[in-house]
């Protein structure tokens, strides 16, 4: 169930910083910052909390 909501999570992000940095370019350094790391965390516990 946790591979589902990583695999849901992951589009919506992408398209809200796709949004965001179409309405405000000034911005994209921070919005894939921000991208990266929650895709990372998402990857990190979404997947691990299945193994515990």
Same mark, same amino acid.
């Given at each position: 169930?946790?591979?589902?909501?990583?695999?849901?999570? /992951?589009?919506?992000?992408?398209?809200? /910083?796709?949004?965001?940095?179409?309405?405000?370019?000034?911005?994209?350094?921070?919005i894939v910052a921000i991208?990266?790391? /929650?895709?990372?965390?998402?990857?990190?516990?979404? /997947?691990?909390?299945?193994?515990?």
């Amino acid at each position: 169930m946790n591979m589902n909501m990583t695999l849901t999570l /992951a589009p919506i992000i992408s398209l809200l /910083a796709g949004i965001l940095i179409l309405v405000v370019p000034r911005l994209l350094n921070y919005i894939v910052a921000i991208y990266l790391i /929650a895709i990372g965390l998402l990857g990190l516990f979404g /997947a691990n909390s299945m193994h515990l």
